[in-house]
Structure formats: structure tokens, C-alpha cells
């Protein structure tokens, strides 16, 4: 008979990512018990990139910086729920990160609909977005703030176009993904009913944003990869969904004319903006009816447990 020990000790050596946090559930409480970790690892890289400032050229550290503090600002709160998984995975169940419950559909037809469900979302969203720039920045004070919000960001991306694609369009939807779908969605479905958990965890990938502009759009397409996890359970797809957006963001701002560019309304005339308004809305329903279709096999979404082995 295999000592209790060697089952834990089987689990926690697994260096897989999704395994090894997949014991830890967290509530709302832990929600925000990862909100702090993550704020303390920005604090550490911001430490860091302080110290390397020092040391290497400032040219050098304005392309580079982030690509070092970005991960880092993530890192508390994987370890901590590394080890939060470690002390319940012998008591409690666990439920896996990443799961594949398409329905009828292939892997390639799916991966397909979340594309096009994607850009469908930034159509759909653009003037809604455009709308709310409108009427922040509009307010005394809110557009001296977003200029300081659009230089910070620059700063943080503007160096050559592998590093800003490789931090906004890898980095960002391997780690945020993590974070506010494998984790605190995950772990909100197992505790509350789906519609308050999928608001609740697209609040907070907004609230991680800080600033108005970004975290609307962020809420908006947050709710959209919480219902697409919660049908699916696949963190994969909404990693597709982050890299898509990100990184159509990305490639469009290496063209000079759309540099400067916020919003499609104001490049595009009245009437194509409008038909392809409606053309994103039609397709976004369209594709949410496709995954409507997939049956949900528990209370919480198909989500699976994670069975033990002893292989």
C-alpha cells in the first residue's frame, strides 16, 4: 500500500501549471487575497526595475523593463497558490484549470467561433468605448489623465515591436488568463451562481487595468471569456480570445496611419462604421448561440475535477 505521503508528494512535484494550483478554490475573500499578492509583486518589480536602472542604460530599460517586471508582478500570487493547493489537496476536490468540453463541435471549429467571436466583441464594443472616452475625459481633470495613462503605456510598450507584441499578446493572456479566469472564475463558479460569478470576475480583470478606459472594454470582454469558460471550461480559448484582441492591437499600431487611432469611428464614414457595427453584433450573438449549444455537464460549468493518480 502506497503511504499517504507519496500521493501528495506525486501531486505537488507535477510541474505542470494547471495541476499544481488546481486544489486551490478561491472565494471572494481569496479573490482579493490574490488582488494583494498581485499588487505586491508589482511593488517587487517595480523595485526591480529600479535596481537594474542603475546599472543598464535608460534606453535600454524603457524597451525592456516590463518584459522582466510584467511576469514578476504575477509570481506571489502563483506561488501562493502553489501552496494553498499543496496544504488542501489531500482533503479537499480540485477542480482543473483547463478543460475541453466543446459539445458538438471539433477542436478547430471552435477555435474558429472564438476568433470570430472575438473580433465580433471588438466591433460590438468599439462604440460603447467610444462613448465612455467621451464622457470621462469630458469630465474636469479625466483628460490630463488619460494622456498621462496613454504615455505610461507607451512607455511600457514602446520598445521594437517583438517585445511589445511578446508582452501584450503572450505574456498578458498566459498570466492575466491565469489569474482571473483559471483562478478566480474557477473558483467564484464552484461558490455562487454563474451570472454573479462571470460579472464578479470580469469586475476584476477590470479593477487590474486601473484606469476607465481600458478597464470598460476589459469588463466587456471579460464577461464574454467568463461565459465562454464557464461553457467550456477551456482556458486555452480564453487565452485565444486575450491574444486576438491584444494582439490585433499590437500589429495595427505598427501602421503609421493608425498610430494615433482609438476607435474605428473615427477613420471609418458614418455608414460603413454602422454596417459593421451591426455585421459584429449578428456575428456575436451568432457565436454565442454556438456555445450555447454545449451542454454543461455540472452545476458550476464544465469545469472538471481532478481525479487522483497514483501513476
Not at 458538438?104 to 466583441?121: D, G, H, M, S
Not at 462613448?131 to 475625459?137: G, I, M, P, Q, R
Not at 464552484?190 to 451570472?195: W, Y
Not at 474605428?264 to 451591426?278: E, K, L, R
Request: some cysteine.
Amino acid at each position: 500500500m502506497i503511504p499517504i505521503m507519496q500521493f501528495r508528494a506525486r501531486k505537488v512535484n507535477n510541474y505542470d501549471l494547471y495541476a499544481n494550483h488546481a486544489w486551490y478554490v478561491p472565494g471572494v475573500s481569496g479573490m482579493f487575497g490574490l488582488l494583494a499578492w498581485l499588487l505586491i509583486g508589482t511593488l517587487l518589480g517595480g523595485i526591480l526595475v529600479a535596481i537594474f536602472s542603475r546599472m543598464i542604460p535608460p534606453s535600454v530599460m524603457q524597451n525592456y523593463s516590463m518584459l522582466v517586471a510584467y511576469p514578476l508582478s504575477f509570481l506571489p500570487a502563483m506561488v501562493y497558490a502553489a501552496q494553498k493547493s499543496q496544504k488542501n489537496s489531500l482533503f479537499e476536490t480540485g477542480y482543473k484549470l483547463n478543460s475541453s468540453h466543446f459539445g458538438p463541435f471539433k477542436t478547430w471549429q471552435i477555435v474558429v467561433i472564438t476568433v470570430v467571436l472575438t473580433y465580433a466583441t471588438m466591433a460590438s464594443a468599439d462604440y460603447v468605448n467610444y462613448l465612455n472616452f467621451k464622457l470621462t475625459t469630458s469630465t474636469p481633470g479625466m483628460k490630463e489623465f488619460y494622456d498621462s495613462v496613454v504615455e505610461m503605456l507607451g512607455n511600457m510598450t514602446g520598445g521594437p515591436f517583438w517585445s511589445s507584441f511578446l508582452l501584450t499578446a503572450i505574456f498578458a493572456p498566459i498570466f492575466e488568463e491565469w489569474l482571473c479566469r483559471g483562478m478566480v472564475l474557477r473558483g467564484l463558479l464552484t461558490k455562487m451562481k454563474p451570472t454573479w460569478a462571470i460579472v464578479l470576475s470580469a469586475l476584476f480583470f477590470a479593477v487590474i487595468h486601473m484606469n476607465p478606459w481600458q478597464a470598460l472594454n476589459a469588463f466587456v470582454i471579460g464577461v464574454i471569456m467568463g461565459y465562454v469558460y464557464y461553457k467550456t471550461g477551456s482556458l486555452i480559448l480564453t487565452m485565444i480570445i486575450h491574444f486576438v484582441n491584444n494582439g490585433t492591437a499590437v500589429v495595427l499600431s505598427q501602421f503609421s496611419s493608425l498610430k494615433e487611432v482609438d476607435f474605428w469611428i473615427d477613420i471609418m464614414p458614418v455608414g460603413a462604421y454602422i454596417v459593421v457595427s451591426v455585421v459584429g453584433v449578428l456575428a456575436l450573438v451568432a457565436c454565442l448561440m454556438a456555445f450555447r449549444r454545449i451542454p454543461l455537464e455540472h452545476e458550476h460549468g464544465n469545469i472538471d475535477t481532478v481525479t487522483l493518480s497514483i501513476d
